[in-house]
């Protein structure tokens, strides 16, 4: 792969997520807008992940081509291919999204985290040669064990190339952090809701490469925690009487 500058730009503070964490940060990056180069596309190949949470889940879907990519690719764990190598090939291995809107529900696998997951990290990757397809536009929420509805983390409007030719194009990456380190816990599904980006053509929004999600099983709390919570429940119903 040739050197690839990349654009960093400045994390954004999204808000809180609950009393329980911090901030929810979104760091966004880009292959440099002006770099013409055949790995323009594959500049965030090597952090497509295959031992992520995702990987191998088969999610719930709305709004996605067959004809061209495939669902699989969101997490498959591979990154495709570049446009001007490998033309229209480079779909492979990625997810195009038709017109308007899609999405992406994971039902992450329980069987060894009865209690869910303390995510720490969420990282989305589009990459095409021009008409906007690799830009990132989308919200993601969160579901807990045991409840019947879906929590906001943030959103995402990403769009740092004019993606009006085939020459400016390339790949972007953003990931989710929580400044406590971890995002939520206790979850069991994550739902992502992308739409089309402003300038994308009319025949499909974003192309993306990868969708990962990082974490751990939550664990249940230690005997001394729990007792400190007891005792925190205790003065405060001192105080209250």
Same mark, same amino acid.
């Given at each position: 792969m040739s050197a690839t500058k990349n654009l960093l730009l400045a994390p954004l503070t999204l808000g809180l997520i609950s009393s329980t964490y911090a901030a929810v940060i979104v760091t966004p990056m880009a292959s440099d807008p002006s770099d013409d180069a055949n790995s323009d596309e594959i500049t965030f190949a090597g952090d497509v992940s295959t031992t992520d949470?995702?990987?191998g889940l088969t999610p719930t879907t709305s709004g996605w081509q067959t004809s061209l990519g495939s669902v699989a690719g969101l997490n498959d764990g591979l990154p495709g291919g570049d446009f001007n190598a490998d033309g229209?090939?480079?779909v492979n291995g990625k997810a195009w999204m038709t017109n308007g809107s899609a999405t992406a529900e994971f039902?992450?696998?329980l069987s060894s985290a009865p209690l869910g997951y303390d995510i720490t990290d969420i990282q989305t990757i589009s990459s095409w040669s021009g008409a906007g397809f690799m830009h990132q536009v989308y919200s993601v929420s969160f579901r807990t064990v045991g409840s019947p509805t879906f929590n906001s983390i943030g959103s995402v409007d990403f769009q740092p190339f004019d993606g009006t030719s085939q020459e400016d194009g390339g790949s972007t990456k953003v990931n989710f952090t929580d400044s406590s380190g971890i995002i939520a816990s206790g979850v069991d599904a994550i739902?992502?809701?992308f739409v089309d980006p402003s300038d994308s053509f009319t025949n499909g929004g974003s192309i993306i490469a990868? +969708?990962?999600?990082?974490g751990t099983p939550t664990q +249940?709390?230690?005997?001394?925690s729990i007792a400190l919570f007891a005792l925190a429940g205790l003065s405060l119903l001192r105080r209250r009487r």
């Open positions: 949470l995702l990987n229209i090939g480079a039902l992450l696998d739902r992502f809701d990868e +969708i990962d999600a990082f +249940i709390p230690e005997p001394s």
